[in-house]
């Protein structure tokens, strides 16, 4: 272990709650670290953070904060991702991306490590993580994608207001307290805080994640069908998507239907998902065993269960996918990334 390399290490969005879980992931798994710089925007520069039992303070992100950095992992937004991420390739640094920035690049690999690893290889500079709801979802399908092949996939997510950030969390949490003591209640919010009209979270489901694109699907759900296609390789692949903000803090919930180009048994198929890395099977409806996003919160897996033949197509299975969106769905997924480039760097 003495003469393992170790590198200077960059967590851009260092105060987010990515961030966080970031340094709490290169703390645990003893990351190979000489030396760890913790970034963000002004406004949260001074904070400080604990390492390892030391104490760090929170500089603001700028061009110059990557001169002698290796490795930097990014989540504080696109538009940081933007500007940062061109001038820190200028300095040596690999960077691996949380923000859609860079993700469907054509020269950017998109990578899940548990599906396409091998495309990290390819990188110039940029490695992109993808959408929270895509990396689980495609976890959960490749086993079956490479058994069987897959024509057509139908996804509804159900996902966690940490997924629009520590506000959102207060906001959920405030308005069920208002509307439980009978109060009033402004959303503020939700479903996106740029736009003029809010809807109330607690106690509801909001269809709509991110902005409307032109076609009448959100940003968020054309990154699923773009994000699947391109991580599998597949531009034939059918997919979509409708994703749906739930009050539940952490823990993205997927229903998912796929069409395989092949016949399958269904034990088989559960095998296979049980099999797969990352993934845990949890699926025995006599003892309503069934993954949960409370079980889920705080985990690094993926977890699947309700596996079951459709009763229409022969071919089309059906299945129930969840996840921690902040873990797997990003920090996790991002901290895989960075290990497998200091193990190729050894």
């Not at 993808?130 to 069987?148: E, G, H, W």
């Not at 629009?164 to 003591?181: F, N, P, T, V």
């Amino acid at each position: 272990m003495s003469n393992q390399k170790l590198f200077n290490v960059a967590v851009v969005g260092a105060t987010g709650a990515v961030g966080e879980q970031i340094i709490r992931l290169l703390d645990e798994r003893n990351f190979p670290i000489q030396q760890l710089k913790l970034l963000s925007s002004a406004r949260s520069a001074g904070t400080k953070l604990q390492f390892k039992g030391q104490e760090i303070t929170v500089e603001e992100a700028t061009a110059d904060s990557f001169r002698g950095v290796d490795i930097a992992l990014f989540s504080a937004g696109g538009s940081v991702s933007q500007e940062l991420i061109p001038q820190a390739i200028e300095h040596g640094t690999v960077c691996i991306d949380n923000t859609s920035a860079f993700r469907m690049d054509p020269d950017t690999p998109l990578v899940v490590p548990e599906v396409n690893i091998d495309r990290i290889n390819e990188h110039k500079g940029i490695i992109a993580n993808p959408n929270c709801s895509t990396i689980q979802m495609v976890a959960a399908l490749k086993p079956l994608y490479d058994r069987f092949g897959i024509s057509r996939i139908i996804v509804s997510t159900y996902q966690a207001v940490s997924g629009a950030g520590a506000r959102a969390i207060d906001e959920m949490l405030r308005q069920s307290k208002e509307i439980l003591a009978g109060k009033d209640m402004e959303p503020q919010i939700l479903p996106v805080g740029s736009l003029p009209v809010k809807h109330q979270i607690a106690f509801n489901a909001i269809p709509q994640i991110d902005k409307f694109t032109e076609n009448g699907f959100t940003y968020e759900e054309m990154k699923m069908i773009n994000e699947t296609k391109k991580i599998l390789g597949d531009d034939s692949l059918e997919v979509t998507a409708t994703c749906v903000r739930i009050p539940v803090v952490y823990g993205h919930s997927e229903s998912v239907y796929v069409e395989l180009k092949q016949d399958f048994d269904i034990e088989e198929v559960k095998q296979l998902i049980a099999d797969a890395p990352g993934i845990v099977l949890q699926d025995n409806p006599a003892e309503q065993q069934y993954p949960l996003a409370t079980d889920a919160a705080g985990k690094l897996e993926t977890f699947v269960g309700r596996v079951r033949r459709d009763l229409s197509n022969p071919r089309g299975l059906n299945m129930w996918i969840v996840s921690d969106n902040l873990l797997k769905g990003a920090a996790w997924n991002a901290v895989q990334i960075a290990e497998y480039i200091a193990i190729e760097q050894e």
